[in-house]
């Protein structure tokens, strides 16, 4: 009687841990988010250039923030920086509404 009581709940622990090793393999991986994105991105970036420290950490920072470069790590193209630099001092004048749109638009127009 002992012995048919061990085997029958050897026989469900093996069962048991079937089931959730099997549940754990089908488990689907998850997915990133564009931060986590930009945050693997950019450390491979920083890896493949070599960068220790503080270089490393400046790198970083302005890579999360999308400094000088788009998501994909290709550097902005002239019109690109140029609606960067446009937006950052209509933003540093606190301009909104119509005034940020012609400020906007007069100042992307200059050469």
């Not at 509404?97 to 400020?103: A, H, L, P």
Request: charged content about 25%.
């Amino acid at each position: 009687m002992k012995t048919t009581l061990l085997i029958t709940l050897l026989c469900g622990v093996f069962a048991a841990s079937a089931v959730s090793a099997a549940t754990t393999a089908a488990a689907p991986e998850k997915t990133l988010t564009p931060q986590q994105q930009r945050m693997s991105s950019c450390n491979q970036q920083a890896t493949a250039k070599t960068l220790k420290g503080d270089e490393r950490k400046t790198y970083m920072s302005s890579c999360l923030k999308g400094e000088g470069a788009t998501a994909d790590g290709k550097a902005l193209t002239p019109q690109q920086q140029k609606m960067k630099d446009c937006n950052a001092q209509a933003a540093q004048k606190t301009l909104t509404g119509d005034e940020r749109k012609t400020f906007m638009s007069t100042c992307l127009k200059k050469k």
